[in-house]
């Protein structure tokens, strides 16, 4: 699982742009239940020199996001990234173009409420419930008209045609949200988003730009906060190559992985700080030493080392210890690095191994990817296999997306932060796959893409995967 997403638990669009009549400013008014946020600035709608401004407040609990990083699901700060999502809500109105938002940290708690009127600001809150231009709760005003933000914190996103989604980096204000006051930081309050001071003070309007509310009927259109990381496991126990002068030093490593489970739960080793774990290769069962390496942790239960060495043999056997204390014996089969007469257009035939085609929303479950070349046929002058070989591509990625109408829930990662990357180890390809993000009662499905080192690029292979989320 390499994403997570949690979806607002409060928003609301506070204004001051004039009613209908054009004196009256609708500073008072809430729109906490609506299912759209909006942000504008009017200039000279009112008078020649009068400004109207429109913001928009949005919080997420981060409740879940200490609850995985304590149960190590989720990376220490410096290896997840946190990004905003805000999708655009299509109007009739105009919509401005070649703009940029601010969002910026929210300094003070406040009230979602219950308004619903976006157009003519009927929806008072009269010093209750729900947040305004004026208050930012009941019998609590901001300090500052328009709302108190913490502007060093600001991140800003640009638009050009206007129609775009908001995709934001905001790690930075997610972690100091996480450290809090006590961490020396500041409180989760949320964000604020407005356009930027230059165009609040321009004159001319920016009019208007409207995302989906938390309220909204369409689901994967609902604001969320994004935690993206690469948790990909590349266990090359499967896939594990002599050294050859056709490599560079770095493709001559193979990353071997020792997993402690103990009753079927990855457990940690006991002892494991006291000294240095590490991984040795022998050439027989008997004991015939040929070189050894560090090993580290990756995560509870799952310890790693990078090896390297050059030979014939057939069979290799691994030998992880500490401290004189042999903890596991395995077996590696080595392949040797081949050049290639010509470029290579491989075709593959694909399938899920352990698909049970329907997941309980509180699940995260794993996919098994087999893999072979799709014109495989055995060796007609030796002794042909009966079963292909399971390749294991080394650079893989997958997408979901909803059947019904294609929309994609997870795309391709093809940025620096690989968050839909598949994982192998000796029993092929494999990633893991957080049910909580879907929506229940509809069928998905994946497709995955291998990197081709001709094209220099992904290809998509032609097969779709298909299972449904349930309660």
């Not at 009017?42 to 609850?67: C, G, H, M």
């Not at 080793?269 to 090993?295: C, E, M």
């Amino acid at each position: 699982m390499a994403i997570f997403r949690i979806t607002a638990s409060l928003d609301n669009t506070i204004s001051d742009a004039y009613e209908e009549n054009l004196t009256t400013r609708g500073t008072g008014s809430n729109m906490g239940a609506s299912d759209i946020l909006e942000v504008f600035t009017i200039y000279a709608q009112a008078n020649s020199s009068s400004v109207e401004k429109s913001r928009a407040l949005i919080q997420f609990p981060l409740d879940k996001i200490t609850e995985k990083r304590t149960a190590n699901i989720l990376p220490a700060s410096g290896s997840v990234s946190f990004f905003l999502n805000l999708y655009n809500a299509p109007h009739s109105s105009t919509v401005p173009t070649n703009f940029n938002l601010f969002i910026s940290p929210v300094s003070q708690s406040w009230q979602e409420g219950k308004g619903l009127d976006m157009d003519n600001y009927t929806d008072l809150t009269y010093d209750r419930d729900g947040s305004n231009w004026i208050n930012a709760a009941s019998a609590s005003t901001w300090i500052t008209q328009g709302g108190d933000y913490l502007y060093s914190e600001t991140v800003t996103a640009s638009f050009t045609e206007g129609t775009e989604d908001l995709v934001i980096d905001v790690s930075d204000i997610v972690e100091n949200w996480i450290k809090g006051l006590g961490g020396g930081k500041y409180n989760n309050y949320g964000f604020g988003i407005q356009l930027s001071t230059t165009h609040e003070a321009d004159i001319k309007s920016f009019f208007t730009k409207k995302f989906f509310a938390r309220n909204s009927e369409f689901y994967f259109k609902r604001p969320n906060l994004e935690a993206r990381w690469d948790d990909s496991d590349l266990d090359d126990r499967g896939n594990f190559y002599f050294s050859s002068s056709l490599a560079t030093g770095e493709q001559n490593l193979n990353k071997i992985y020792l997993y402690n489970k103990i009753r079927g739960k990855l457990t940690n080793i006991p002892n494991v700080g006291s000294g240095q774990l590490t991984a040795s290769l022998y050439s027989d069962k008997s004991g015939t030493l040929l070189s050894h390496f560090d090993a580290g942790q990756v995560s509870t239960g799952i310890y790693t080392a990078s090896v390297y060495l050059t030979g014939t043999q057939s069979t290799l056997y691994d030998v992880w210890s500490l401290n004189g204390t042999q903890y596991f014996t395995g077996s590696i089969t080595p392949k040797t690095v081949n050049t290639e007469m010509t470029s290579d257009d491989s075709k593959y035939v694909i399938s899920v191994t352990n698909n049970i085609y329907e997941y309980r929303k509180d699940q995260t479950a794993r996919f098994r990817i087999y893999s072979r070349k799709k014109n495989w046929s055995p060796n007609l002058y030796t002794v042909a296999q009966k079963t292909p070989e399971n390749l294991i591509i080394e650079d893989a990625l997958y997408k979901v997306f909803r059947i019904v109408d294609g929309q994609d829930i997870i795309n391709y990662s093809t940025s620096s932060t690989k968050y839909s990357k598949l994982s192998h180890d000796v029993s092929g390809n494999y990633f893991d796959l957080d049910m909580s993000i879907f929506e229940t009662g509809y069928q998905y499905g994946f497709k995955v893409s291998f990197y081709d080192d001709y094209l220099n690029s992904y290809k998509e292979q032609p097969y779709i995967f298909k299972f449904k989320v349930v309660d």
